[in-house]
């Protein structure tokens, strides 16, 4: 059996849950990731994740599709059980989400119904689903955004969603203290991956802006919110939970 603790990572094939999985197999955390379609990319991930000297697996998963949810709770036992003996996980990460620019007056149902599998229907039962799987005294990580702080333009329907989460992470550490499991928020800043077609990163005048109104004087990377996630779930956080951390370098303050 392997010594190392074991997270689940959702959307850990790229962005931020990629630099996630790679921060915390280089603190000896064993790694499994989802993917939703970039095959490839999960491929890559996966070996760098093992030549930082963890084990990593992964599988597919539309994280909003709750459908999907139970044959992968199946094939997620099955893995724990040929490559971990049947360790149980320590912590997890929801991290899977998609992006939305739209005008409060222009958002369809459609596109509110999408938002809303994605990042509040599906965390929630991905995490019913999950929690008895996780060891008692692990750990929960939701990851929100600086959006449900900071009002802008066009991010209102994606920003509720992250809303809802916020407040699921702190009923879910409410009920999951008896067995010591603490959950908390991480709400990155606006970071420079290729979320939203890599606006931030590509797009001088929005990378800019984003400078101009954070403390720190730049724009976040993922290896920002990585690390910040690992710290939330080590044990020198096992005083906090249900808590919301932004990790943004002061974004309008």
């Known amino acids: 059996m392997s010594s190392n603790p074991i997270v689940v990572i959702t959307g850990g094939s790229r962005g931020l849950g990629r630099d996630t999985a790679l921060t915390l197999a280089k603190r000896n955390v064993d790694v499994i990731f989802t993917y939703h379609s970039n095959e490839a990319a999960a491929k890559e991930t996966l070996a760098d994740i093992e030549g930082a000297g963890a084990k990593g697996a992964f599988l ?24 971990w003996q049947g360790q149980p996980l320590t912590y997890l990460v929801n991290n899977a989400g998609t992006s939305l620019h739209v005008p409060m007056m222009a958002g369809t149902e459609s596109q509110f119904d999408e938002a809303m599998n994605v990042h509040v229907k599906g965390v929630y039962f991905l995490t019913q689903a999950l929690v008895p799987m996780l060891c008692d005294g692990g750990a929960i990580v939701h990851i929100s955004s600086g959006l449900t702080r900071v009002t802008i333009p066009e991010s209102g329907i994606y920003a509720a969603m992250k809303g809802a989460v916020e407040v699921l992470s702190r009923y879910w550490a409410k009920e999951l203290a008896e067995r010591q499991i603490r959950v908390n928020t991480l709400a990155p800043g606006a970071i420079a991956t290729d979320f939203s077609g890599g606006m931030v990163r590509d797009n001088e005048t929005v990378h800019n802006m984003v400078k101009s109104v954070t403390a720190l004087g730049r724009v976040g990377q993922a290896t920002d919110i990585g690390k910040a996630v690992a710290m939330l779930l080590s044990d020198d956080s096992g005083w906090i939970t249900g808590q919301r951390l932004e990790a943004s370098g002061g974004l309008v303050l």
């Open 60 to 83: 597919q998963l539309d994280t909003g599709n709750t459908s999907q949810f139970p044959a992968f709770i199946t094939e997620l036992k099955a893995l724990l059980a040929d490559k």
